[in-house]
Nanobody
């Protein structure tokens, strides 16, 4: 049984930084993609960063240069390092995974992912 558990969300001031973590268990596929998504109040869920089993990464334009996705060596924990946070980035941040390989790189579309965590809240104050 696959489980994804996010942590690290917190209240933070505008311009601040956070590191989000996603502990993955039961996810032992050789070829996969994992991603971070967020959903703010009244907004649709959007992909912000993804990584695949080859280590290829993909970022939304709005976060390039400020967000970094990575995994630990054992590939059991997914991270999202966030810098220069903005108030409009207040959202629930979700970790997701899919047991598939994408030739074009890891996708940012939510419908591509079949395993999801419960989310961790990031609140950015101005």
């Amino acid at each position: 049984q696959v489980q994804l558990v996010e942590s690290g969300g917190a209240p933070v001031q505008s311009g601040g930084s956070l590191r989000l973590s996603c502990a993955a268990s039961g996810f032992t596929y050789i070829n996969y993609a994992m991603g971070w998504f967020r959903q703010g109040p009244g907004k649709e869920r959007e992909g912000v960063a993804a990584i695949d089993s080859d280590g290829s990464t993909n970022y939304a334009e709005s976060v390039k240069g400020r967000f970094t996705i990575s995994q630990d060596n054992a590939k059991t924990t997914l991270y999202l390092h966030i810098h220069s946070l903005k108030p409009e980035e207040t959202a629930m941040y979700y970790c997701a995974a899919v047991n598939a390989y994408y030739v074009g790189g890891p996708p940012l579309e939510a419908y591509e992912y079949n395993f999801w965590g419960q989310g961790t809240q990031v609140t950015v104050s101005s």
